[in-house]
């Protein structure tokens, strides 16, 4: 059984949603899971701010790690930044080396920068040595445009609105846990 991490830093609570979404996939494909947020930057109160964080040190402690946040000017949130700019040492030993990595986002528009965001995270998972996994066009949800939905073939994403009114769909979520599904199905195969 593979070990998957989802991690995630949550302004409004539409990465948790996601987050909780990755997990519900992971453990579908009979994968053991923690959901993790990384610790706030002091002054900022994240959503959920009861849920556990986690040491960067964690990291190696797991077969797959899939990160989540929100967009920031077309790039990862600064607390989510802060906290992989923390795992030189990880980095410098190998220790994530072989491992799978995936990617999930929010913005605030459909052109706020979800790709972007998702690039963002996936240089640092293919620096740490991460076999990435992408949201495959086998979720063909992401291609509906009935209304507006999130997905792209770089992760899981979802639009949440300039003020976080609006909550990610059910395509969205469907994205999140199949993503999350992948994710384990790999490190099922690469560490079984």
């Known amino acids: 059984m593979s070990k998957v991490l989802v991690l995630y830093y949550s302004t409004f609570g539409h990465i948790a949603q996601m987050a909780d979404a990755v997990a519900e996939g992971a453990r579908e494909a009979g994968a053991e899971v923690d959901v993790r947020r990384v610790p706030d930057l002091p ?47 990880l980095w410098a030993s190998g220790a994530l080396n072989g491992k799978v990595g995936a990617a999930f986002a929010s913005s605030a528009t459909q052109h706020g920068g979800n790709e972007t965001t998702l690039f963002s995270i996936i240089t ?33 994403t979802t639009v949440a609105g300039g003020r976080g009114e609006r909550q990610p769909s059910e395509a969205d979520l469907g994205g999140a846990r199949y993503l999350g599904r992948r994710v384990a199905e790999t490190a099922g195969k690469l560490f079984g």
């Open 43 to 89: 002054g900022v109160q994240a959503a959920r701010p009861d849920a556990p964080t986690l040491d960067v040190a964690e990291l190696a402690n797991y077969d797959a790690i899939v990160v989540g946040t929100g967009t920031r000017f077309g790039r990862m949130s600064g607390p989510m930044a802060m906290f992989l700019d923390q795992a030189g040492g």
């Open 124 to 156: 640092n998972l293919l620096h740490f040595g991460l076999t990435v996994v992408g949201l495959d066009y086998g979720y063909a949800a992401q291609m509906g445009h009935d209304e507006v939905v999130g997905g792209a073939p770089y992760g899981a």
